[in-house]
């Protein structure tokens, strides 16, 4: 039997457990960052930067 899993997936839940455990450094960077990229070619990339554009407007707002 083969399982196949996404790497998103597996770098997702490393993510969530460094945040768990409050894991700060260098290993914790570069795996972030690595979640970030593979989370870029997936389809939620497009809402992801519609998320990040309204919430940029809403600071924006904030002092006006």
């Not at 997936?9 to 914790?28: D, N, P, W, Y």
Request: neutral net charge; charged residues 5%.
């Amino acid at each position: 039997m083969t399982l196949t899993v996404s790497v998103v997936l597996v770098l997702g839940i490393l993510v969530a457990v460094a945040l768990k455990f409050r894991a700060v450094g260098v290993g914790a960077f570069i795996l972030v960052a690595l979640f970030g990229f593979s989370l870029s070619t997936t389809d939620a990339a497009p809402t992801i930067n519609q998320l990040i554009s309204a919430l940029g407007d809403v600071v924006a707002g904030i002092g006006n």
